[in-house]
């Protein structure tokens, strides 16, 4: 008997996934010194985020940027800041994964230019463009352009890379943040692979890639998927994404290489089931999240980041981090997991979970492709609806305690809590003075990058040069290439395409969601409806009137949505214009509204500046009896502060009872108006 084939042997073991953490604050400096530190720990891939100014195609002294610069990532505005977060890491070497869509274009071509400025060959650089537009619409709001002039931008994208970047992948197919605006399963394969088809369809058709290597390309679309807590399923639906994948990849496009169908996907677990409450719970949670996608060796992730336990308080310290890597490195490097086979193979109860989730997504797909595929679901508002309304049942079902978590509608007493004893040492916080100094920053740039030892061209030729390119028909990344080169900034090129291409603002859904808690009588629902009628009748209006507000630059929207349509089924006629709006725009249309209060919603940490700035104008505006509520990630020091500066209530994750919620609003309308609180008895009924 070898030692291989005794019961007590060690079995050889199958290389690691790619193992990364999603990370980028401040500066282009901070962030590198980040980076070489993670890459220390035994980190193996890089994964950046950049801050929404970024994201959104804005300088970092634009408008609407104010209070969002370095917060949730890194900003980059030009080529001298890629050199600063890359400095002392070689490029070729590395595998770089950057979570950018609408200016993808624009990052790739920044980092490319850093590493031919590095002497690296571009042709071995490894690593994925996130560059999914259509989940922008739907879910994660950093959509910049009309989705036409979006699926060009990613068309280009991709065939430039077969032919220059082959091991580049130039975009992966985001399912994550749909599960985060509330999709279930079928819906995250359906759509997500709607999109794949949008894509694939774009670029065959598109002429710029022979058919004979319409493989090439199949073989570097990759995915970015979420796993959630509920193990078998989301495990199971991994395997059923390989399966879907596999079978339109050779139906619709003739792929016969089995290697380029193969499903290939990167990950990180849901964050949308983290909590505020018992943050300590997260751990297990993030635990049972990465088994879903390594455990099973026939669908396991390719690359896995995973969120630090304290993502629901607010941006997590590198320490946080760290533990985050570790549980990723103790299961691949301690257990014996990747010395085995798939251990499901031949599971009846897999197989037939697998089963039932292929059909129905099959079933989703063509409806979607009955719409005209995914680009016309979006316009039309389909798939915005449908997430809307999956997201308004499952708040439904945590509210009414059908589904469970721990700590928050179960098992909510807790011992005192020794890693948030001090809230504001327990998360990392970015320094008020940085978006100064960036601003500054980035001013010097401006005024020196013709000068040495930069001596770029000056950009406005190269910018006229993706204006005129964009008005044709041409591959757009070489006209890219050259303002990067040129020292261009984030702004300049992006506001270059917004004159030929213009902007969008996506449906937001909420009109056309279904009721998702009924007003029962007897039900909260139905008192607060009953304190909604008595206080418009109160104060002599037909309806109470309420403007739901997303400030800044914060495009995740699906907390904001979900009051709206609360609030709507209480009663309250709803103003929801959707995100991206200036405090300025949304105290107009407060007063042109004449509405009875104003909400509030930003996750991305730029409350202290944008909130403060909405009281101050409708105070200026002479409107100071409209009360205004704040919701959020919101440390609690925060909280203390807007309420201080008259913000009437806060309410963070924790605060999951939106039914009550709406119910506060209105008791913070009466206290406005001077009425007396309501006692409400349960036959009162207002006429």
């Given amino acids: 008997m070898t030692e291989r084939q005794s019961s007590g042997a060690r079995r050889e073991k199958d290389r690691p996934w790619l193992m990364r953490t999603y990370a980028g604050h401040s500066t282009a400096e901070a962030s590198n010194e980040l980076y070489r530190r993670n890459l220390a720990k035994g980190q193996t891939g890089l994964s950046v985020a950049f801050d929404l100014p970024t994201q959104t195609g804005y300088d970092s002294d634009h408008v609407l940027a104010r209070g969002e610069v370095g917060r949730v990532g890194v900003p980059i505005a030009h080529v001298g800041d890629m050199r600063r977060l890359f400095q002392d890491i070689p490029l070729e070497q590395m595998n770089t994964s950057m979570t950018i869509n609408a200016t993808a274009m624009w990052l790739l071509a920044l980092y490319q230019v850093v590493a031919e400025e590095q002497g690296a060959d571009i042709t071995l650089l490894q690593g994925t463009t996130q560059n999914d537009i259509v989940k922008e619409y739907l879910s994660r709001g950093t959509h910049v352009f009309p989705p036409g002039p979006s699926l060009r931008l990613t068309t280009d994208m991709i065939a430039y890379t077969v032919s220059h970047m082959p091991k580049w992948n130039p975009i992966n197919i985001c399912s994550y943040h749909l599960q985060e605006a509330g999709a279930t399963p079928v819906q995250e394969i359906a759509y997500a692979m709607s999109t794949a088809i949008a894509v694939l369809d774009a670029v065959r058709d598109s002429g710029q890639v022979p058919q004979e290597r319409m493989g090439d390309v199949v073989g570097r679309i990759s995915f970015f998927v979420n796993a959630g807590v509920r193990f078998v399923e989301e495990m199971c639906k991994m395997r059923a994404f390989g399966r879907i994948w596999d079978r339109v990849t050779r139906e619709r496009y003739g792929i016969e290489n089995p290697k380029h169908r193969r499903f290939r996907y990167g990950v990180q677990v849901n964050s949308l089931g983290l909590t505020e409450a018992q943050p300590e719970n997260n751990v297990q949670r993030i635990v049972l999240e990465m088994l879903a996608v390594t455990l099973s060796k026939d669908s396991r992730a390719r690359a896995v980041q995973l969120p630090a336990w304290n993502e629901a308080l607010g ?62 679901a979006v316009e039309s508002g389909y798939l915005k609806s449908q997430l809307v309304s999956s997201h308004a049942e499952r708040r439904g079902r945590i509210e009414s305690g059908q589904e469970k978590i721990v700590g928050v509608n179960i098992f909510e007493s807790t011992e005192p809590n020794p890693l948030t004893a001090d809230l504001d040492a327990a998360i990392q916080t970015v320094d008020p003075a940085v978006e100064a100094r960036v601003i500054a920053s980035l001013q010097a740039w401006r005024d020196t990058r013709y000068q040495p030892p930069f001596n770029h061209p000056r950009p406005c030729k190269a910018l006229e040069k993706l204006k005129e390119a964009a008005k044709g028909t041409g591959n757009l990344m070489e006209a890219t290439l050259e303002c990067a080169r040129a020292g261009a900034t984030t702004g300049e090129w992006a506001g270059a395409l917004r004159e030929v291409f213009g902007e969008f603002r996506a449906p937001t859904g909420v009109s056309s969601a279904p009721v998702a808690v009924p007003a029962e009588e007897g039900s909260a629902m139905s008192e607060v409806r009953r304190k909604v009628a008595l206080t418009a009748q109160d104060l002599g209006v037909g309806k109470l009137r309420f403007l739901v507000g997303k400030p800044g630059l914060d495009g995740h929207s699906n907390g904001a949505e979900q009051i709206a349509v609360r609030a709507r089924d209480a009663g309250f006629e709803v103003v929801y214009q959707g995100i991206r709006l200036t405090p300025e725009q949304i105290v107009d249309a407060a007063v042109a509204e004449d509405v009875h209060a104003v909400g509030l919603s930003i996750l991305s940490g730029s409350h202290a500046q944008l909130v403060p700035d909405v009281l101050e104008r409708l105070r200026v505006a002479g409107a100071t009896d409209i009360p205004v509520i704040a919701g959020g990630i919101i440390p609690g020091g925060d909280a203390e502060q807007l309420r201080a500066a008259g913000v009437a209530a806060v309410f963070t994750p924790k605060d999951f009872d939106i039914t009550g919620i709406i119910g506060r609003i209105v008791d913070e309308i009466r206290t406005a108006n001077k009425l007396d609180p309501l006692t409400l008895d349960p036959l009162e009924v207002p006429a």
Avoid: C, H, N
């Fill in 315 to 376: 941006l997590p310290r590198p320490w946080d981090q760290q533990w985050s890597l570790r549980m990723q490195q103790v299961l691949a490097y301690e257990s014996d997991l990747l010395e085995y086979e798939d251990i499901f193979e031949g599971s009846k109860v897999i197989e037939a979970k697998v089963g039932e989730l292929v059909e129905e997504s099959l079933t989703e797909i063509e409806r979607i492709q009955e719409m005209g595929g995914a680009m016309a």
